[in-house]
């Protein structure tokens, strides 16, 4: 036990606290001193630990933080499960906890200082559909082994037991998950991976994100999750699709989706673009699929942003709608991106944020890099600044789609800051109303047009 924040409290004020801490029978318990506020007592692990044993549990850390320490990435919150304690046990031993599982015990508790999710250790039988379908059991029979066997692949079911007497910690893997990560791959615990259709879409963006393969067994039951994904809240697709597209490759999460037949039931709009032609000359990589898989990677490689990742994801998702007898060509697929943008949103609601990008990106990239009229050029510049993230992040789409980037936009930071300069307050006091806008406009494409012939 320590404290931190503060000075420690005179000798009345710690008595005082101790025997509030003895009458709770809990000497570990966060207590903030009425008279040193800022004096707060913190329980290390050791003693959660201890105290779980004490009264004839089993702690242990599961799941992430147990996988990623394995794989040698630097691990993020600790969730820990307690087996061997039911719940009103476990709520006289932390009555800080605050309860947040509402089907099955999961308590918030400070550990270390940090608010960490304890789980009660539990066995679930599915009787529904849908991620809801379940109905879960806990009390103290249920052991740390049965709550493991219930999780998905076999790198996510690993346990590290904890001891609180200095034993070295023991690690509990019951299906070769280290196995798993040393050969890179993702492979379902058994069978009652589909249980939870969504699932089937974690599997996909994990390979996405640690680079691994997702083994074939494993693709089987990922496809037969297929029909209970369609019923699936879209939050929890969009959840996926957020962190896949956050990873190193995000092309992996949509390819082993297509692996699974899983593509089509969930993004139709990508799925429309596989065979999708394009002319070779400008497209050797092959079909809009093709094209669109190789962008949003390519995009991954120069920025973080995931909303411009989006965006690139989405830069031709007009072409899916391209009549057969107009290929390889396809005339228009901007407009046509917008309405199939827009029924994507309509489905499973975008953030504004990633809908107001995604939506300029569709219209103005085939002729972004192309623009030869200065009025034009101003405009879109202009248009690129009132975005909701950093114009040097959407250009990158624009990049990596033709390959460079134009004069104009290598200027950006320059051309931008002379073009916000032109006030209306500056034009000719004789002009009223629309007649201010054109000026500013006219002004604008001066600028635009001294700097082309500069670089010329």
Not at 82 to 92: L, P
Not at 207 to 224: K, L, N, Q, S, W
Request: glycine fraction near 8%; hydrophobic fraction near 45%.
């Amino acid at each position: 036990m320590t404290t931190t924040g503060g000075k420690r409290p005179g000798r009345g004020a710690e008595g005082l606290i101790q025997c509030f801490l003895k009458e709770k029978g809990a000497n570990h318990i966060c207590v903030r001193a009425f008279l040193c506020k800022s004096w707060v007592i913190i329980m290390e692990e050791n003693v959660f630990v201890r105290r779980v044993r004490e009264a004839g549990g089993r702690a242990a850390i599961v799941g992430g933080w147990v996988r990623d320490s394995l794989r040698g990435a630097e691990p993020k919150d600790k969730d820990y499960v307690v087996a061997g304690i039911g719940e009103a046990d476990f709520c006289a031993l932390f009555p800080e906890a605050q309860k947040v599982g509402r089907s099955f015990p999961v308590f918030l508790l400070d550990v270390d200082g940090r608010s960490s999710e304890i789980a009660l250790a539990r066995t679930e039988r599915k009787t529904g559909k849908g991620y809801l379908g379940f109905d879960a059991f806990s009390d103290k029979s249920v052991t740390l082994e049965d709550d493991l066997s219930r999780r998905d692949t076999a790198m996510n079911a690993m346990a590290l037991e904890l001891f609180s007497d200095g034993t070295p910690s023991r690690r509990i893997d019951l299906f070769d998950g280290e196995e798993d990560i040393r050969c890179r791959r993702i492979r379902a615990v058994s069978e009652r991976f589909t249980e939870d259709p969504v699932r089937a879409l974690r599997a996909a963006r994990q390979a996405a994100v640690f680079g691994y393969t997702v083994e074939p067994r494993t693709i089987g039951f990922m496809r037969d999750c297929r029909e209970e994904l369609m019923a699936e809240p879209q939050e929890r697709v969009f959840g996926e699709l957020s962190r896949a597209l956050a990873a190193p490759r995000p092309s992996v999460f949509f390819r082993t989706l297509l692996a699974a037949d899983l593509l089509e039931t969930v993004f139709p709009e990508l799925f429309a673009l596989i065979g999708k032609t394009q002319p070779a000359a400008f497209h050797p990589e092959g079909d809009a699929f093709e094209h669109t898989m190789a962008t949003v990677d390519e995009v991954a490689g120069r920025t973080d942003h995931v909303v411009v990742r989006f965006a690139a994801l989405v830069h031709d998702i007009g072409k899916g709608a391209t009549p057969a007898d107009m290929l390889p060509h396809h005339y228009g697929h901007e407009t046509k991106g917008l309405s199939v943008l827009a029924a994507w949103n309509q489905r499973m609601t975008l953030p504004r944020q990633w809908f107001r990008v995604a939506e300029f990106v569709i219209a103005e990239h085939m002729r972004a890099s192309r623009l030869k009229k200065p009025g034009k050029i101003a405009a879109l510049l202009m248009a690129l600044s009132r975005l909701p993230v950093p114009a040097k992040e959407v250009l990158h789409v624009f990049a990596a789609d033709h390959g460079e980037l134009a004069p104009y936009f290598v200027r950006y930071d320059e051309l931008i800051q002379k073009l916000c300069a032109v006030k209306g307050s500056e034009a000719p006091e004789e002009l009223r109303g629309e007649a201010v806008g054109a000026w500013i406009r006219a002004q604008q494409a001066r600028i635009v047009r001294g700097a082309l012939k500069e670089k010329k």
